[in-house]
């Protein structure tokens, strides 16, 4: 008998947050981002995509004309409120644990949905998926069970008559495309009129789309690949859209990556993508009033002043959540600008290719308002501290101010600041997150300092103080820890093999930091200098927990030793059967201890051998899996919140299910407006009820599951306006 929704997200039958670094899962994503990367560049679907999918220009162009609100076609119609606006959703990074893609699918699903401060927004009669809709690997099953099942039981009628478009993100490319395009792109089989998705249908019929709206407003999604290049089968599709624009038309681009973002936090060319999609219809001077795109968990918005053009990342659809304290106040942006050469041409550059005629120029664009760039670590704190205590200025929100307005100096970033910084501490607890890989570290824990006490026992280092650790007239802890760099010295001169471990887990550390922020020599140097202190405090650690186990094991093994010895006495007063056994195990020890211990210098005691063979590798693996996975934690805390670095592994591990955001974009005549929305927790399973069974669901979107109070929808900031503008021509 099938469980009943609600009976399966309790009993753990459904997606959990995907964990990272489970050693498995690492494994296989290593080999197929290795594969995807090599038939990415050898059999590029989007080149596919357009051979099979042969029709005139002026067919490819009008596919997703929703200009004419009265079409008599209904595959191009889509509805307007009451006032004439039309609206669209935007949702991205959705398909990881089923709870927080369930709730978001939830939302999106409604008719309406009351937001604090912004009162009650309709729902989008579009649909964008902005990349990434799978976890961690786009293949069939993994869409079913990560995208299908939580957008299916949100939202179950049986006429789906809202549209849905979607581009790839790296997750999506992981299989080449493959599943992305089956799912997505059916409509290009001339038999079928699209998949469906909950009550969305999909419209489009290659990974690329350009849709035009009512009033001259357009939306274009690229398809960037592993954020690299257009093919060049999008790059004439979007040429060839861009001819039908001019002047007086409004454009919002949607990427699958904040490339603005890379260019600045990783040192990537966003020239590639970024550069190419604007400069096609810059030539056109199409305005260009918005960049979105997902990627990072985050909702992040950039504005520049100079250029009127706002930069949004909102990759808040259900993926673990990204930080937002690693993020500049200010930052420049490379936007494509005429040469003096070309000022003379036509707009339409006849002939011309993207980035003919056209040169980058940098232009400053800021988090929030009125900030200037931080000119180092020092002045980024006292702003971020700045932006922390603006909450506690104002006073508490009352039942009568959830209609008013956002201060408009708020941080535009969700979640703050000052909280992204506190939850980073989180990864201090790294071990309890992510046991396979701790227990990795505590594996390598035990090999390295294996060896060395092998080499110890084999050669005598330390003159025996190792050995007699803790024993009755033996050596302290203290006194042998003092020496240990010496003897560690003298164990590498001895043994190759442990020069390689060391030597092979410095070279790991050092290429492992992520100082790819740093020009130069200083990335270098960074790289040294914060790879050597995390190597230092690994063996560090390490050599001190080695010493402590072995202090223990030679605490434990006395009263052992007296016990076997009782036993082997006492032998005697058993039956024949069970004196034979003991005879049979205890006397090679007893006679080897004795012949030991007759000779001079040798303290030897077998029964230690064995009690440290056994509890050796035991109590180094667990201990080193809880010291020396918190020190990995503890490196990504220090470096996230000193250096801006690991941001994205450093969560990844937390696998954090809250701060959730999506944007409801409204279009009119003389403006378009964008409502940030987050959703500050997600729901629990014991937040939700089945739907009644034999009655009327009491939600038009029919859920399986409904929250069991109204889940919480408020604005991250201030509605974003973007006003039409006039153009005049002279």
């Not at 053009?309 to 930052?331: D, M, Q, W």
């Not at 919140?641 to 809250?658: C, D, P, Q, W, Y």
Request: include cysteine; proline fraction near 6%; charged fraction near 20%.
């Amino acid at each position: 008998m099938e469980l009943s929704p609600l009976r399966q997200l309790r009993l753990g039958r459904l997606p959990k947050m995907v964990s990272w670094y489970d050693p498995r899962l690492l494994a296989r994503i290593g080999v197929r981002t290795i594969i995807s990367s090599v038939f990415g560049q050898y059999a590029d679907q989007r080149l596919i995509q357009a051979v099979t999918d042969p029709c005139d220009d002026a067919v490819l162009c009008g596919r997703y004309d929703y200009s004419d609100l009265s079409s008599p076609d209904p595959d191009k119609r889509i509805a307007a409120d009451g006032d004439g606006a039309v609206w669209v959703d935007y949702v991205a990074d959705v398909g990881d644990g089923f709870e927080s893609t369930y709730a978001m699918a939830y939302l999106l699903a409604q008719d309406s949905l009351e937001v604090r401060q912004a009162g009650r927004l309709r729902h989008g009669e579009i649909l964008i998926m902005g990349g990434d809709q799978c976890y961690p690997q786009a293949t069939r099953e993994e869409y079913k069970k990560r995208l299908g099942t939580p957008f299916n039981w949100a939202f179950s009628v049986p006429a789906p008559d809202r549209k849905l478009f979607a581009i790839p993100g790296n997750h999506d490319w992981y299989d080449g495309l493959a599943a992305f395009d089956s799912l997505f792109c059916s409509s290009r089989d001339r038999s079928a009129k699209g998949n469906v998705i909950g009550g969305w249908r999909c419209q489009q019929h290659r990974s690329y789309w350009a849709i035009k709206l009512p009033h001259k407003w357009w939306m274009w999604g690229a398809d960037i690949q592993f954020s690299k290049y257009l093919d060049s089968s999008q790059v004439s599709y979007f040429e060839m859209v861009a001819s039908q624009m001019g002047p007086e038309d409004n454009l919002i681009i949607c990427l699958a990556e904040p490339s603005w973002l890379l260019a600045d936090f990783a040192g990537e060319d966003e020239e590639e993508n970024f550069f190419k999609i604007t400069t096609i219809a810059r030539q056109r001077e199409v305005r260009i009033c918005a960049v979105i795109a997902g990627d990072w968990h985050h909702y992040a918005h950039y504005f520049a002043h100079e250029l009127g053009i706002h930069f949004i990342t909102s990759g808040g659809g259900g993926a673990f959540l990204h930080p937002t304290h690693v993020l500049k106040n200010a930052i420049s942006v490379r936007w494509p600008e005429r040469t003096d050469e070309a000022q003379d041409h036509a707009p339409d550059t006849t002939g011309a290719r993207p980035g003919e005629g056209w040169k980058a120029k940098q232009y400053d664009i800021h988090l929030k308002r009125n900030t200037k760039a931080a000119e180092g670590v020092v002045e980024q704190a006292v702003q971020d501290v700045q932006d922390a205590l603006t909450p506690f200025q104002s006073a508490p929100l009352s039942p009568r101010r959830r209609r008013q307005p956002l201060k408009p100096q708020a941080p535009k970033c969700f979640p703050e600041k000052s909280k992204s910084y506190l939850l980073s501490l989180g990864n201090v607890l790294f071990p309890f997150y992510n046991p396979g890989f701790a227990v990795g570290v505590g594996l390598l824990y035990w090999l390295v300092t294996w060896e060395f006490q092998t080499l110890v026992t084999r050669h005598g280092i330390s003159g025996g103080k190792i050995d007699t650790l803790g024993l009755e007239g033996g050596s302290t802890f203290r006194e042998v820890l003092a020496f240990m760099p010496l003897y560690l010295v003298q164990a590498m001169i001895a043994s190759i093999s442990l020069v390689v471990m060391l030597g092979g887990l410095y070279a790991t550390l050092v290429w492992y930091v992520d100082a790819v922020e740093y020009p130069g020599p200083r990335r270098y140097l960074t790289k040294f200098f914060v790879g050597s202190g995390h190597f230092l405090s690994h063996l560090t650690a390490m050599f001190t927990l080695s010493l402590l186990v072995v202090m223990l094991n030679n605490w434990m093994t006395p009263p052992i030793e007296r016990a076997l010895d009782a036993v082997y006495e006492a032998r005697k007063d058993q039956t024949p059967m069970v004196k034979e056994v003991i005879e049979e195990s205890l006397k090679p020890l007893q006679q080897k201890r004795d012949k030991d211990s007759s000779q001079e210098g040798k303290r030897q005691r077998p029964v230690r051998e064995i009690v440290g063979f056994m509890s050796y590798p035991t109590l180094m693996i667990g201990l080193g899996a809880l010291i020396g996975g918190s020190l990995w934690g503890l490196y990504w805390v220090l470096t996230g919140v000193f250096a801006r670095m690991h941001a994205g592994e450093s969560f990844a591990a937390l696998r954090i299910k809250n701060y959730k955001n999506f944007l409801r974009i409204k279009v009119e005549k003389d403006k378009l407006t964008i409502y940030p929305l987050a959703v500050d927790k997600v729901p629990g399973a014991d937040h939700w009820m089945n739907a009644p069974r034999g009655k009327a669901n009491p939600m038009p979107n029919n859920p399986k599951l409904i929250a069991v109070t109204p889940i919480d929808v408020r604005l991250i900031e201030n509605p974003i306006e973007i006003p039409k503008e006039e153009v005049i021509y002279e």
